[in-house]
């Protein structure tokens, strides 16, 4: 008979910051203005807008944010990704230490 050994263990993970879900895009963009720098050969677009998607209950959504927002967010969503990276690297230590693998 096989008896496995279970341990607790109390693992703490510290994001390097706020931690933000999400993406940030940016556009240009014509108006519907017939006269428009932006409709001229070649035209002249609008923008550059900074846009953050992220899930709010369950549903994606997108916002149009100023510059500043958007790099506040990027900060946000590079800790997210790191403090994720971790994770991945737990989980993967913790299937290589699994009790089946123990011969």
Known sequence: MLAWSLLRTKIT???NG?????SISTA?????KANCACRARPPKLHGTYYRGTGFLEGKRT???ISKEMAEECEK???????????????LEEALANA????S
Do not use: F, H
């Open 13 to 15: 993970i510290v994001a």
């Open 18 to 22: 706020p931690i933000l879900l999400g």
């Open 28 to 32: 240009k963009s014509q108006c519907g």
């Open 62 to 64: 997108t916002k149009t």
């Open 76 to 90: 946000r969503i590079e800790n997210y990704r790191a403090l994720q990276s971790k994770v991945d690297q737990m």
């Open 99 to 102: 009790p089946w693998s123990e």
